[in-house]
């Protein structure tokens, strides 16, 4: 809907069901940033709003149908409120990364917020954990894995204000596994004039099996042998075996 210069709305709705006959759904809406809480289901179909101060709104509507199944997602009309005056601050933040553990550090972007009549001369967050900040860009962290709801208050140069609000889910830390896998090989042996002798090699890589991360490589090598002297019976017997595993 955008921005209107009038203070009197008016919404209307309509709703489907596989079931349900449309004219039995029932429906709950609220005017985010005016009312307080969702309105009872009502069978009505249109809900008006008079001298709406200037702000931002976001108007919701549900359905209900028969056997008391609710839509999961609402339909919704965002729109602005302006009657002459000064136009209020658009919150909007982004935080980093995306799947946040505890003790690791986010951060909190409100770049993206905005004035269309102004500019912005304050960004005041609530972390959802007791704990506040100032600040365009924020850089706090959680001691313990919860869904904390960040609500950040935007304030222009004029006094008004908006409000926006996320929910951040903080999880525990990844515990690492490192799994350790028994090879058994056979080295053939060369025979050669005076003896036997092997060598080998093999490269080795611990790594987390959770994360995939390489905690460790290494190459190994080894090598043995056992040599021969002449009898005066022309046998041989061997001397200085030595065996090298790993």
């Known amino acids: 809907m955008g921005s209107i210069d009038y203070s009197n709305v008016t919404f209307t709705w309509t709703g489907t069901d596989d079931v349900t006959p449309t004219a039995q759904l029932v429906y709950s809406y609220i005017l985010e940033s005016y009312d307080t809480s969702w309105s009872d289901w009502t069978s009505n179909t249109s809900m008006a709003y008079n001298n709406l101060p200037n702000g931002n709104y976001t108007f919701k509507v549900k359905a209900k149908d028969q056997a008391d199944n609710i839509d999961p997602t609402p339909a919704e009309r ?6 002459g005056g000064n136009l209020p601050p658009i919150a909007n933040f982004t935080y980093t990364p995306e799947n946040p553990v505890v003790n690791q550090t986010i951060t909190f972007n409100a770049s993206n917020s905005s004035d269309p009549d102004g500019f912005i001369v304050k960004y005041v967050w609530n972390f959802g954990d007791s ?3 100032e600040g365009k860009v924020v850089t706090p962290s959680y001691s313990s894995p919860a869904d ?3 609500t ?3 304030i222009d140069d004029e006094g008004a204000k908006n409000t926006t609000s996320r929910e951040v889910k903080v999880k525990e830390e990844a515990k690492p ?3 350790i896998y028994k090879q058994t090989f056979t080295i053939p042996l060369k025979v050669g004039e005076y ?3 092997f060598n080998a090699s093999w490269f080795v890589t611990l790594y987390n099996t959770t994360t995939y991360e390489v905690l460790a490589e290494r190459t190994q090598r080894t090598g043995g042998s056992c040599l021969s ?5 022309g046998g041989r017997r061997g001397k200085n075996i030595r065996n090298a595993t790993r």
């Open 131 to 133: 704990s506040a900040g």
């Open 177 to 179: 596994r490192v799994s």
């Open 152 to 154: 950040l208050n935007v």
């Open 148 to 150: 904390y709801i960040v």
């Open 195 to 197: 003896g036997l002798g």
């Open 229 to 233: 002297q002449v009898r005066r019976d």
């Open 78 to 83: 965002a729109f602005t409120v302006f009657v």
